[in-house]
């Protein structure tokens, strides 16, 4: 017979949010909590994620916690934007510090959770057929964890060995005199790109998408800088916290058009010689007006073109087909410079698909590639993605999968209809990936915290959404995008089209962290309205 184990709250998964989420729940309201982590460390994406060149996209004096001054104070970061071995070195720092591995199972998948409503409990299993069951079930299990691996046929007639990004080896993988052919060119392949072709014999890239890219220069944290950070801990903070994408920088308050084409041109140049995500905010319309956006992509476009030498190639690479910022904006540390390399060369999917993955290689409609080594920089099933992995069923046996058949539903990203005290951080329907994580995170948690807190303190045994609340919440989130650029990039992972099948539905919610927070500020003020209590 098997013994289940009984707790106040289970969270799933260990990453910024788990972790996070143990804190407040365990040191700050006391509550019986366990953390359950198919890993074997905490990390969370950075655990997983350990391909050539992974590194953080925000700078690294805001991607971090806030919620603690003392742990601002004595971390100090190496970099601008850190590899994935120094964030996770933070975050270890992190389950250290506040002695969080006690209440962390590793090692341990959850396949299903089950919510009983006459015990009120939520009843979860691991792939090891482990039995738990808690009042509270908060998933934080991350919108880029869910690894997408393309169908293509003959992968399994393939003699080398094929690896994707999102579940790299930890030991790492030699690329020294071997055929690599990397599939991908979002984010993470133009991360990859430049380091596997230092030591690869041979690098082609296969492109689909062409895609916009802004330098990072990243480069070691000054004395001065480091010292700036812990002396202005507090306003960096602020200025996340009231900012649209949760960065510590601010948008410009100037439209394209109040400057002439030669000052634009100007501003432009210097925003790309300074590099990172702060190019966005260059101008304040360019991603509200299309004629304003094609000014910055002409001056992208122009600077691939000045860096790419073969004109094939740079005509290639150059032609994106959708507006800057439109899709995830990604930075990069010579990306376009290594198609320069004699061992680098771009396959460009568009004028010949790929057919099929053969015993030797990769073979497109133009030719076979003789292949050793095949990456898959193909991205992630996001945001639903992770809880389509479990099998998640509400009141009345309500399965997550049949709820979200259309695509995501929820109120507020934080709760879905069916579900009583059930919390997702940072699911579909919150700002999540078109926001520097930890503000979100950080903001989710403390939210969802406050509201256990209010619960227990008028016992109050269930609280849950309802399917008109969901709808006018998604409703909202359409609007939001649609008065945006974003949803002109129809092939973008923000609405599930990297996935054959998913729904194209615009998932992540666009009216910016400030503005997000001022609802659920005034949703808990309003006794938490648009939630149905429960006793």
């Known amino acids: 017979m098997t013994t289940t184990t009984e707790f106040d709250a289970i969270v799933i998964g260990a990453g910024f949010a788990g972790m996070y989420q143990l ?172 380091v596997i072709a230092e030591t690869a014999a041979e690098l082609t890239v296969f492109q689909r998408t062409a895609n916009y890219s802004v330098p990072a220069h990243n480069a070691p944290l000054s004395p001065e800088f480091k010292r700036y950070v812990k002396e202005h801990a507090d306003d960096i903070r602020d200025t996340t916290r009231r900012t649209p994408n949760g960065h510590p920088f601010e948008i410009a308050q100037r439209s394209v058009w109040d400057v002439s084409a030669e000052e634009r041109e100007a501003l432009y140049e210097k925003a790309w010689e300074k590099g990172g995500l702060q190019f966005r905010a260059t101008f304040q319309d360019l991603l509200v007006d299309k004629a304003a956006n094609d000014t910055a992509a002409a001056f992208l476009k122009g600077k691939i073109r000045s860096i790419v030498k073969d004109p094939a190639t740079a005509a290639a690479l150059a032609d994106i087909d959708h507006p800057y910022a439109a899709k995830r904006p990604p930075i990069d540390s010579f990306y376009f410079e290594a198609f320069n390399r004699p061992n680098v060369h771009l396959v460009d999917l568009r004028s010949k698909p790929i057919e099929r993955i053969t015993a030797n290689g990769v073979k497109t409609s133009g030719a076979e590639y003789p292949l050793d080594i095949i990456v898959f920089a193909t991205g992630f099933d996001a945001m639903t993605g992770p809880f389509m992995r479990m099998d998640i069923a509400g009141r009345d046996g309500l399965k997550l999968k049949d709820a979200w058949a259309a695509g995501p539903r929820t109120y507020l990203g934080l709760q879905v209809a069916g579900f009583p005290n059930l919390f997702t951080v940072t699911g579909p329907g919150s700002p999540s990936v078109l926001c520097n994580m930890p503000v979100c995170i950080e903001q989710h948690v403390e939210w969802i915290t406050d509201c256990i807190a209010h619960l227990r303190a008028n016992n109050i045994a269930t609280i849950e959404t309802s399917d008109e609340e969901a709808e006018k919440w998604v409703a909202h989130v359409n609007d939001a995008a649609n008065a945006t650029l974003l949803p002109m990039a129809g092939h973008s992972w923000y609405l599930g089209a990297n996935v054959p099948g998913k729904p194209r539905v615009f998932m992540p919610y666009a009216g910016g962290m400030l503005r997000y927070r001022e609802i659920c500020n005034h949703v808990a003020a309003r006794n938490y309205a648009g939630f149905k209590f429960g006793t």
């Not at 916690?65 to 104070?73: A, H, K, T």
């Open 23 to 194: 804190i407040c729940l365990r040191d700050r309201l006391g509550l019986k909590t366990r953390v359950l982590e198919a890993g074997d460390g905490v990390g969370g994406t950075w655990y997983w994620n350990r391909y050539p060149g992974a590194r953080c996209d925000s700078e690294s004096h805001s991607y971090q916690y806030y919620f603690s001054r003392e742990l601002v104070q004595e971390w100090e970061w190496s970099e601008r934007y850190p590899q994935q071995p120094e964030i996770l070195r933070y975050l270890n720092h992190v389950a250290d510090r506040f002695d969080l591995r006690r209440d962390i199972e590793f090692n341990t998948r959850v396949t299903a959770a089950r919510y009983d409503a006459a015990a009120n409990r939520w009843h979860v299993t691991t792939a090891a057929g482990e039995e738990m069951s808690c009042t509270w079930l908060i998933t934080a299990i991350g919108c880029l964890s869910s690894a997408n691996v393309p169908n293509i046929p003959g992968l399994a007639d393939f003699k080398g060995d094929w690896y994707h990004t999102g579940q790299w080896p930890h030991e790492g993988v030699d690329f020294t005199g071997k055929r690599v052919g990397q599939i991908g060119t979002g984010s993470t392949g133009i991360q990859a790109v430049p």
